[in-house]
Nanobody, 116 residues
Framework: QVQLVESGGGLVQPGGSLRLSCAAS????????MGWYRQALGKQRELVAT???????NYAESVKGRFTISRDNAKKTVYLQMNSLKPEDTAVYYC??????????WGQGTQVAVSS
């Protein structure tokens, strides 16, 4: 069983910053990618950013230049540094782990609210 525990969400003013963390634990065969997705109220879940075991990153166009994804392979942890936050970034942010056996795991989500 694999568990993903997210932290770091909260309420921030427009232009502010937050850093999300997601730690993986349990029986993990081999991590291929870890990433972040988000789901705003009434909308579908969408990709925010992913990072492979070799540190290749992929970002949604809407967050390029503002968000940075990174990972610590030894700690099985992925981070999302979010700068210049906008109200449209408000959503529940979910951590995802994709392993070498093509299993996909999700965290429980952490709320990010951007409002003045």
């Amino acid at each position: 069983q694999v568990q993903l525990v997210e932290s770091g969400g909260g309420l921030v003013q427009p232009g502010g910053s937050l850093r999300l963390s997601c730690a993986a634990s349990g029986t993990i065969v081999s991590i291929y990618t870890m990433g972040w997705y988000r789901q705003a109220l009434g909308k579908q879940r969408e990709l925010v950013a992913t990072i492979t075991i070799g540190a290749i990153t992929n970002y949604a166009e809407s967050v390029k230049g503002r968000f940075t994804i990174s990972r610590d392979n030894a700690k099985k942890t992925v981070y999302l540094q979010m700068n210049s936050l906008k109200p449209e970034d408000t959503a529940v942010y979910y951590c995802q782990l994709y392993d070498s056996r093509r299993n996909v795991y999700w965290g429980q989500g952490t709320q990010v609210a951007v409002s003045s």
